[in-house]
């Protein structure tokens, strides 16, 4: 076996193509290796549509990227014919190394997919020394393809949450499948509203799924995302996240402590000792600081003994108790007169926003699905943004959502 031969092999060549010529350029930095490919003069090819072997009709010089030979880039070039086929006329025919429309040659494609599966895509393309914006071409074709073939005909529970981009910026909605324990993420688009809902049907139903399948949707409380649950999936019953509940909560008790903070000087060590759980480990002067916002009575006090009820009523374990645990919330709620003060007002947007949400937050009791699902979402969603960093767009964050979350990375692997 000779150079020539081992390079045929490595690009998967076969009859009529073959080497004709090599050379390496050193006038370039890094150098670069050209290596010429031909057919015979008179070889037939097959019809890019049905594989009828014709006659060559003219022929296009073009070249590929191949990948590196050693420190060298190395470039293939060859003459490709255009067949002329009875029945589908002039066509330029397919090549065994490279898919139609790329510059690269498929070993350098999976060699890349290959580094962005591990690394952040900017990390992968000084390895493979091209620009990051030509590789996010190829990982966004591949994921796009394999996104194509995605079968949803057995999604019965889902979960959305939006996140950004960019801090503060483009909103992305992801959908996952909630009874999928590893890649959930079934789609993902752009926005954060209504309209992300609809598209998401549309993607559902062109890839097998049913709208009148979707049992369980599990989201935040958001307007538009109940709204659009209730118009285009009327069967599914809402949960509402806890995860979000807490949240709500959490920044309730911070609003209160920014505004009491403002007219009178709280504890020290108020805002680190409201932030945790009462059960977590507390330094000495958190513990002080809790201790003296309940002998004051200070409205924080007040916020951070609501947000430890709530924690109370999660722990429930039958929808009954839950229900019981609730409506003793917001009882207690009601004792502590929340009406008194300015200060207390987000205290009462967050109760406020239990009572409206109510029944889809019992729901959860009654839910199979494990509900901290959405909350797994955004350590996958700093991953995600992590390997998107230095070219960061709503396409690049979804084709690396897709690409480390959804079905579709292990489904590039196999190609
Ligand atoms: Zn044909």
Redesign the pocket.
């Known amino acids: 076996m000779n150079g020539n031969d081992i390079i045929s092999l490595g690009l998967g060549l076969e009859e009529p193509w073959k080497i004709t010529g090599q050379t390496l350029n050193t006038d370039t930095a890094p150098h670069e290796l050209r290596i010429t490919l031909s057919s015979d003069r008179g070889s037939i090819f097959p019809?890019p549509?049905?594989g009828?072997l014709c006659k060559a009709h003219d022929f296009k010089e073009m070249t590929w990227r191949h990948l590196n030979f050693f420190q060298h880039h190395c470039y293939i070039t060859a003459p490709v014919p255009r067949v002329n086929?009875k029945?589908?006329g002039v066509k330029r025919i397919k090549v065994p190394w490279a898919r139609k429309g790329s510059k690269f040659t498929l070993l350098f494609e999976q060699a890349a997919l290959m580094l962005v599966r591990e690394m952040p895509v900017l990390a992968a393309s000084r390895i493979m020394q091209i620009p990051d914006k030509k590789l996010w071409r190829i990982v966004s074709h591949y994921v796009s393809e394999s996104l194509d073939k995605i079968d949803l005909s057995n999604v019965k529970a889902i979960g959305l949450d939006e996140t950004a981009s960019k801090r503060r910026h483009n909103y992305v909605t992801v959908f996952i499948d909630l009874n999928k324990k590893a890649k959930p993420v079934i789609f993902a688009t752009p926005g954060k509203g209504k309209e992300t809902i609809c598209r998401f049907k549309k993607f559902l139903q062109h890839h097998g799924g049913k709208a009148a399948h979707i049992l369980e949707v599990v989201c935040d409380m958001s307007k538009s995302f109940l709204a659009g649950v209730k118009e285009h999936f009327e069967k599914a019953t809402v949960t509402i996240d806890w995860f979000h509940i807490v949240q709500t909560f959490t920044k309730a008790v911070n609003k209160v402590r920014l505004l009491e903070s403002k007219k009178t000087s709280l504890p020290k060590a108020t805002r680190w000792a409201t932030l945790k759980n009462a059960e977590s480990s507390l330094s000495k002067d958190e513990q002080k600081a809790l201790a003296e916002l309940e002998r004051m009575d200070f409205f924080t006090g007040v916020a951070w003994r609501a947000k430890e009820r709530l924690r109370w009523v999660r722990q429930a374990e039958t929808v009954q108790a839950a229900k019981w645990r609730l409506s003793n919330f917001l009882l207690r709620m009601s004792y502590e007169r929340l009406e008194r003060s300015p200060v207390l007002q987000p205290l009462v947007e967050a109760v406020e926003t239990i009572i409206r949400h109510r029944p889809a937050i019992e729901a959860r009791w009654e839910s199979n699905h494990s509900n901290a699902r959405l909350e797994g979402l955004n350590s996958l969603f700093q991953a995600a943004r992590a390997r998107a960093r230095g070219y960061r767009n709503p396409a690049t964050f979804i084709s690396m959502i897709y690409l480390i979350a959804s079905p579709v990375g292990d489904m590039i692997k196999s190609t």
Do not use: I, K
Request: with cysteine.
């Open positions: 019809c549509e049905c009828a086929c029945d589908h």
